[in-house]
């Protein structure tokens, strides 16, 4: 399908679509300067742009927003002049259209706040996404999903059944056509062999600075150490259990006077908002995975 737009009116203004460009490659000098050199050349007008040049890992990371209503090729010659582009800087891209929105499952046990806060979030336009179902161990979460009218998956697991729940979950996921799945409080352990199948495409919510209070209980073992500052992570999910590449964290500072209960419902908070915000840049295509940590091409 070409990418530029005709109208069946010629008085009328054409409607551009709009697409994201993300890419990354060896950092050398003029690689900027040689995908933007391309753009314009094929009639791109851009509209947002971002970069981060890492000195560490010598990667340079780029995020480009832009339209069709200049273009003056097809979908077909943009890609290819992009793939001849890639081979010689040594680039991976990913280009979609802006409204083609990334398919995610949501995978969660009891508690319903990050439930909420995504549900929500997605009804009024806010995330990016589209939640094509919800998958749970348990069914305590089924009414609030099916009140969303999003398809609910009761997947019950036990020790012994924990290889062919996996299964299903991949089976599921590609049933769905699944881009991203989202640990809203999952509180199942993914197997090796699973985290290693859904690198960079799994989010999960930790509840604390990774990786401060591992396990259960972990509001409760803040309390006993008297900490000042409680917070929430989301990261992206790897076999090191809560250690993968981190993507947004939120924080509140607390004193003495907290019960375990006040920090409870505000670590509650925290999480909905990080696992919200993580999920939001992700959907936007601002995440880049750099190694062990992120690039966040804001």
Same mark, same amino acid.
């Not at 990418?3 to 009328?12: D, G, H, I, N, Y």
């Not at 706040?113 to 009804?123: F, I, N």
């Given at each position: 399908?070409?990418?530029?737009?005709?109208?069946?009116?010629?008085?009328?203004?054409?409607?551009?679509?709009?697409?994201?460009?993300?890419?990354?490659?060896?950092?050398?000098?003029?690689?900027?300067?040689?995908?933007?050199?391309?753009?314009?050349?094929?009639?791109?007008?851009?509209?947002?742009?971002?970069?981060?040049?890492?000195?560490?890992?010598?990667?340079?990371?780029?995020?480009?927003?832009?339209?069709?209503?200049?273009?003056?090729?097809?979908?077909?010659?943009?890609?290819?002049?992009?793939?001849?582009?890639?081979?010689?800087?040594?680039?991976?891209?990913?280009?979609?259209?802006?409204?083609?929105?990334?398919?995610?499952?949501?995978?969660?046990?009891?508690?319903?706040?990050?439930?909420?806060?995504?549900?929500?979030?997605?009804?009024?336009?806010?995330?990016?996404?589209?939640?094509?179902?919800?998958?749970?161990?348990?069914?305590?979460?089924?009414?609030?999903?099916?009140?969303?009218?999003?398809?609910?998956?009761?997947?019950? *697991?036990?020790? =012994?059944? #924990? !290889?062919?729940?996996?299964?299903?979950? %991949?089976?599921? @996921?590609?049933?769905?056509?699944? $881009? +991203?799945?989202?640990?809203?409080?999952?509180?199942?352990?993914?197997?090796?062999?699973?985290?290693?199948?859904?690198?960079?495409?799994?989010?999960?919510?930790?509840?604390?600075?990774?990786?401060?209070?591992?396990?259960?209980?972990?509001?409760?073992?803040?309390?006993?150490?008297?900490?000042?500052?409680?917070?929430?992570?989301?990261?992206?999910?790897?076999?090191?259990?809560?250690?993968?590449?981190? *993507?947004?964290? =939120?924080? #509140? !500072?607390?004193?003495?006077?907290?019960? %375990?209960?006040? @920090?409870?419902?505000?670590?509650? $908070? +925290?999480?909905?908002?990080?696992?919200?915000?993580?999920?939001?840049?992700?959907?936007?295509?601002?995440?880049?995975?750099?190694?062990?940590?992120?690039?966040?091409?804001?």
């Amino acid at each position: 399908m070409p990418l530029t737009t005709s109208l069946a009116t010629p008085s009328m203004t054409p409607l551009a679509t709009h697409y994201i460009l993300t890419w990354q490659c060896p950092d050398n000098s003029g690689v900027l300067a040689k995908v933007s050199q391309s753009l314009f050349l094929h009639g791109a007008f851009i509209t947002e742009t971002s970069q981060y040049s890492d000195p560490y890992t010598e990667t340079f990371f780029s995020r480009v927003a832009f339209d069709d209503r200049n273009l003056t090729v097809s979908s077909h010659e943009f890609v290819a002049a992009l793939e001849a582009l890639a081979k010689p800087l040594a680039m991976k891209y990913q280009l979609r259209k802006r409204d083609d929105v990334p398919n995610i499952l949501i995978a969660v046990s009891k508690d319903d706040h990050c439930l909420v806060s995504l549900l929500t979030k997605w009804r009024s336009g806010a995330l990016p996404v589209n939640i094509v179902g919800v998958m749970s161990n348990h069914d305590d979460c089924q009414a609030l999903t099916q009140w969303h009218n999003v398809p609910f998956y009761h997947l019950p *697991i036990t020790a =012994e059944t #924990k !290889q062919s729940q996996e299964e299903k979950i %991949i089976a599921l @996921m590609r049933q769905l056509n699944v $881009d +991203l799945l989202v640990l809203a409080r999952y509180m199942q352990i993914l197997s090796n062999e699973l985290c290693q199948q859904l690198q960079g495409k799994a989010i999960n919510i930790h509840h604390s600075f990774l990786p401060s209070f591992k396990g259960a209980r972990p509001y409760h073992q803040a309390h006993a150490r008297g900490v000042k500052v409680i917070g929430a992570t989301a990261h992206y999910v790897t076999a090191d259990l809560d250690e993968g590449p981190i *993507i947004a964290q =939120e924080v #509140k !500072q607390i004193n003495h006077t907290f019960t %375990i209960e006040q @920090m409870v419902h505000m670590g509650h $908070d +925290l999480e909905a908002t990080a696992l919200s915000h993580a999920v939001k840049i992700h959907a936007e295509q601002r995440v880049c995975l750099n190694g062990a940590k992120t690039v966040i091409l804001a």
